[in-house]
């Protein structure tokens, strides 16, 4: 299973990126993928404030075309977190029920959610064999960037000062 590299950051930190699209690798790309992750406490959330403004954003250099396809599959990827599981059933409730699953019988209702239940197990097993290109999440004071891509995390560590013989520079 490929496990992402992690990157902590303090949180008042901006974080630098390497001039290179994150998805391709292409120098000098022409955009940036934007997105905004979950902040988990109250605390967080206004340590983000104080220092990004009203909730984080974080911008990463991108293409214009792979920036989009990170969007869409940060949202495909959102419907296997646990906030959005309620939207992720009623999706797969209409798919279901778009195919024609369950068939009319005596326990229907049952068999529609159990099939419901299963479908979403599944959605949320796969997701944890395809690690996100990037993501974010906070912790007490840092802000840990998740990264698939082993090189580009170091480039970001080294770009971000710190040196990976080092414990941790500030
Ligand atoms: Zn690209």
Same mark, same amino acid.
């Given at each position: 299973m490929p496990l992402p590299t992690n990157v902590p950051l303090p949180i008042a930190r901006h974080p630098v990126w390497p001039w290179y699209c994150i998805r391709c690798g292409r120098e000098a790309p022409d955009a940036v993928f934007r997105f905004r992750p979950w902040a988990a406490k109250l605390e967080q959330? %206004?340590?983000?404030? !104080?220092?990004?403004?009203?909730?984080?954003?974080?911008?990463v250099p991108a293409c214009a075309h792979c920036a989009r396809s990170l969007t869409l599959a940060r949202w495909v990827r959102s419907l296997t977190a646990l906030p959005l599981a309620f939207l992720e059933s009623a999706l797969i409730h209409v798919l279901l029920g778009w195919l024609g699953w369950p068939p009319p019988g005596p326990n229907i209702n049952l068999v529609r %959610?159990?099939?419901? !239940?299963?479908c979403g197990l599944v959605i949320q097993v796969i997701g944890l064999f395809f690690p996100p290109t990037i993501a974010v999440r906070?912790?007490?004071?840092?802000?840990?960037?998740?990264?698939?891509?082993?090189?580009?995390a170091e480039d970001f560590e080294a770009l971000n000062g710190f040196d990976p013989n080092e414990p941790h520079i500030e």
């Open positions: 959330i %206004l340590a983000h404030h !104080f220092s990004f403004g009203w909730r984080l954003k974080i911008e %959610l159990g099939s419901v !239940f299963l906070s912790e007490r004071d840092s802000l840990v960037f998740e990264f698939r891509d082993p090189t580009y």
